[in-house]
């Protein structure tokens, strides 16, 4: 349909962007990423591309978006700054401060909170019609910006698509994203990759994930909305985002009898 492809193509432009922007100036980058399970599947998309690429970066997990965390944010001048999952309710707010840094791009899927400055690239479903409450998730958004990423590098591979396609899809069962009880829109595509690719697979239960010791989506979601709201300020956000990137997943398993405790 002609509101995918021109999704695809926002996509395609802004991951141009951004790559030539982290070859020609040598900036730091970070990521800032929403705190719930959305957030992390998102931080863990594009993670996994500059991971492939090689590009240095940190992760910076937020509940919010507010002036006081962009004083913060943009406090060192000349970095690359991308937003996942959040941001697009704040693209003016965020353009006030955009011009401290060499780019700002904000990769969402909330409804925009107004238009978006000249100095930020906001590549946002609800741009093109795609419903952000049930057709795409801030994952499902980051995941192909990723896999943009990663396609013009000659990265990008069926294997790696669908290994991306895992982040959104869990990212979309976070949000509760269910049109009659089922995945619809870039969420649906997303599985049928991750389906095709072997990396998600139907069980009685509905679907599992065999590189995330065969749990469902739905239980995968849940542990990580816990990491990163009860577990938030000890930085259990981070290891959520680890143990989606099959690192140290025993330390972020091991953390949850914990955070459930009284």
């Given amino acids: 349909m002609k509101r995918y492809r021109q999704f695809l193509s926002e996509h395609t ?39 492939m690429l090689s590009i240095r970066h940190k992760l910076l997990a937020v509940e919010k ?13 000349g970095e690359c700054l991308v937003y996942a999952d959040l941001g697009g309710q704040s693209s003016e707010l965020i353009g006030r401060y955009a011009k401290r840094s060499l780019l700002t791009v ?33 994952a499902s958004v980051c995941a192909l910006f990723a896999r943009r990423l990663l396609r013009l590098s000659n990265r990008g591979s069926m294997p790696t698509n669908a290994r991306l396609a895992v982040f959104g899809v869990i990212g979309a069962f ?13 969420n649906r595509m997303l599985l049928e990759d991750a389906l095709d690719g072997d990396v998600i697979r139907r069980s009685k239960d509905g679907y599992v994930i065999p590189g995330l010791d065969g749990r469902t989506p739905d239980e995968i979601a849940k ?40």
């Fill in 174 to 186: 976070g949000d509760r994203q269910f049109v009659d009880g089922n995945l619809a829109g870039v």
């Fill in 106 to 138: 904000i990769l969402d899927h909330h409804l925009p909170g107004g238009d978006t400055p000249e100095n930020v690239v906001h590549i946002n479903s609800e741009h093109f019609g795609i419903n952000g409450d049930t057709e795409s998730s801030g």
């Fill in 13 to 51: 432009r802004g991951a141009g962007i951004l790559r030539d922007t982290l070859e020609q100036k040598q900036c730091s980058l970070t990521v800032i990423h929403h705190n719930d399970a959305d957030g992390l599947c998102a931080a863990a998309a594009l993670s996994m591309a500059f991971d």
């Fill in 65 to 77: 978006i507010h002036e006081f965390m962009l004083e913060r944010i943009y406090k060192v001048p």
């Fill in 223 to 262: 542990m990580l909305d816990l990491l990163g709201s009860v577990g938030f300020y000890s930085e259990c956000a981070r290891r959520g985002v680890d143990f989606l990137l099959g690192k140290d997943t025993e330390k972020a398993t091991g953390l949850i009898p914990r955070l459930l405790s009284p």
